[in-house]
């Protein structure tokens, strides 16, 4: 791949602040990475959209304008530039809606309305890609991995890592319970069904999800487009949670364990990193902290394993 004429990033951080599911180190992960995109990677800060649930914040980061971000920056893009999407906030599993498939599970972020965006409107997404651009998408949230609907996995849960027993922090896991997001979204509709797909079109529309916006034989047309362009780092496998840390003492900040194992390795290694080194080296990080159920995972072709994370100039 050439390198990218243009460089341009969405960053999202929900700390869902005065509700009982708040987090603390959300705002903060996507506020580091703002500045290493900027010094590090070569993105002009006018290129770098930021979608906080702040007190204060403009644009808030629900569904309709996290997708609605995603979508103009795709728009935006041509051969050869440079995407990026870092969201630190909850996740979710939620039952499969494919025929066939009763007992499995599909990944989804939670933005701040509970408007659920899911592995189909990332695979959507990564398909509309132009030809020669490329989307990493870094995903600090709960079952996080397989984001990217049908990308194939590089680094996952047939990667063994030893444990540590290390001292971890105070930590909260990055998860909503489905159970806890149909209780939610019931109390917005006041339907009674256990089917989440109803409630989210009846309160949000056409605003919904892809997934349950479409009929399955058309939600089947969203295949991944061999090999594609997208490339999912994820906080941790699909059925684990990634933590939320803050410090005991010292006062330090609080952040997500993910974004920070990330950012760690990049200031320690100031040259180019491929995807699967950095991937690697974040799981190493994690397990010298003591985080033994966290193993952040790498999605992507074969090529973009060995890529340069993020296409860093040479120094």
């Known amino acids: 791949m050439d390198m990218g004429n243009k460089r341009m990033a969405v960053l999202v951080g929900c700390n869902y602040p005065n509700t009982r599911n708040e987090l603390h180190g959300c705002i903060n992960d996507v506020l580091t990475m703002k500045e290493v995109l900027v010094k590090r990677f070569g993105f002009d800060l006018r290129s770098v959209q930021l979608l906080t649930d702040a007190p204060?914040?403009?644009?808030?980061?629900?569904g309709?304008?996290?997708?609605?971000?995603?979508?103009?920056?795709?728009?935006?893009a041509e051969a050869g530039d440079v995407l990026f999407f870092h969201y630190s906030?909850?996740?979710?599993?939620?039952?499969s809606v494919?025929?066939?498939?009763?007992?499995?599970?599909?990944?989804?972020?939670?933005?701040?309305?509970?408007?659920?965006i899911t592995d189909v409107d990332f695979r959507q997404l990564v398909n509309r890609l132009p030809k020669g651009a490329s989307l990493t998408v870094l995903s600090d949230s709960c079952h996080s991995g397989g984001l990217i609907d049908k990308e194939k996995e590089q680094i996952g849960p047939k990667a063994t890592i030893t444990t540590n027993n290390a001292k971890v922090p105070s930590q909260s896991p990055k998860v909503i319970p489905f159970e806890s997001i149909l209780q939610h979204l019931?109390?917005?509709?006041?339907i009674n069904t256990s089917d989440i797909?109803?409630?989210?079109?009846?309160?949000?529309?056409?605003?919904?999800?892809?997934?349950?916006?479409l009929p399955p034989l058309e939600r089947d047309q969203f295949e991944s487009i061999d090999p594609d362009e997208g490339i999912l780092l994820s906080g941790c496998q699909?059925?684990?949670?990634?933590?939320?840390?803050?410090?005991?003492?010292?006062?330090?900040?609080?952040?997500?364990?993910f974004s920070n194992a990330v950012q760690m390795v990049l200031k320690e290694h100031l040259g180019q990193l491929s995807n699967k080194q950095l991937v690697m080296m974040a799981r190493e990080v994690l397990q010298a902290q003591g985080f033994e159920q966290q193993h952040p995972c790498l999605y992507c072709s074969d090529r973009n394993a060995g890529a340069t994370f993020l296409w860093q100039p040479e120094c």
Do not use: W
């Open 98 to 116: 494919k025929p066939g498939h009763p007992f499995r599970h599909d990944e989804a972020i939670v933005p701040c309305d509970f408007n659920l």
């Open 197 to 213: 797909g109803t409630h989210l079109l009846e309160f949000f529309g056409s605003d919904a999800s892809l997934k349950f916006r």
């Open 64 to 76: 309709a304008n996290i997708k609605k971000a995603l979508g103009q920056m795709i728009d935006l």
């Open 238 to 257: 699909a059925n684990e949670t990634s933590a939320d840390m803050s410090p005991n003492e010292g006062g330090g900040k609080s952040y997500g364990a």
């Open 89 to 95: 906030g909850h996740g979710t599993r939620i039952p």
């Open 56 to 62: 204060g914040s403009v644009v808030l980061p629900t």
């Open 186 to 190: 019931t109390s917005l509709t006041n």
